[in-house]
C-alpha cells in the first residue's frame, strides 16, 4: 500500500468547497479566479482530451473548460441550475471545471491535511494533495496543475 506525500508550504489555508456527484472536494482560495453560473460552451472537434467540454468566452477572453466529473471519473448527470464552472489558475494559464456545485469556503491547517493512502495508483491519483476531516465532513484536495497538465 503506497501513501502519496502531501507538500504544503504553508500553516494555513483558506479552501474552495466544491461537489462531485456528492462528495467534496478542495482547491486552494488563492487558485480560483471566479466561480460562474453554466455558461454556453462552444465545443472544440479533436480536442486533445475527452474531458474538454469546450471554450466559453468569459468576459470577452476565450476559455477552455474541463469537465471535471469526467476528468476525475465520476458519473456526469446533466447540468442543473447549482452546476458551476470554476475558473482557475494553473501554471499553463486560466481554465474553467465544471463541477456540480460549489458549497463553502472553509480554512483548514497543515496539520488537518492527511496523507492518501492508496492500494493502487490509477491515472487519477496524482490529482489529489491529501484529504482533510473537518467537523463530520471528508474533504479531498484537488492538485489543480496535475489535472490541467493531464
Known amino acids: 500500500m503506497g501513501v502519496r506525500k502531501v507538500i504544503t ?4 489555508w483558506k479552501i474552495v468547497i466544491f461537489e462531485l456527484q456528492g462528495e467534496e472536494y478542495g482547491i486552494e482560495v488563492s487558485r480560483v479566479q471566479s466561480i460562474e453560473r453554466m455558461l454556453p460552451l462552444t465545443r472544440v472537434p ?3 482530451r475527452p474531458d474538454i467540454a469546450g471554450v466559453m468566452n468569459l468576459r470577452g477572453k476565450i476559455t477552455p473548460v474541463i469537465d471535471l466529473r469526467l476528468c ?7 447540468y442543473d441550475r447549482q452546476t458551476r464552472i470554476l475558473v482557475v489558475v494553473g501554471n499553463d494559464g486560466v481554465i474553467g471545471l465544471i463541477v456540480d456545485r460549489a458549497n463553502d ?3 483548514i491547517t497543515e496539520r488537518e491535511i492527511e496523507e492518501i493512502p492508496t492500494a493502487h495508483e490509477d491515472e487519477t491519483y496524482g490529482f489529489f494533495q491529501g484529504v482533510v ?6 474533504i479531498t484536495l484537488l ?4 489535472v490541467l497538465q493531464r
Do not use: C, F, S
Open 143 to 146: 492538485e489543480t496543475d496535475q
Open 133 to 138: 476531516k473537518k467537523d463530520d465532513r471528508m
Open 9 to 12: 508550504d504553508t500553516a494555513q
Open 72 to 78: 476525475l471519473g465520476v458519473e456526469a448527470p446533466p
Open 105 to 107: 469556503l472553509v480554512d
Open 46 to 48: 479533436g480536442a486533445p
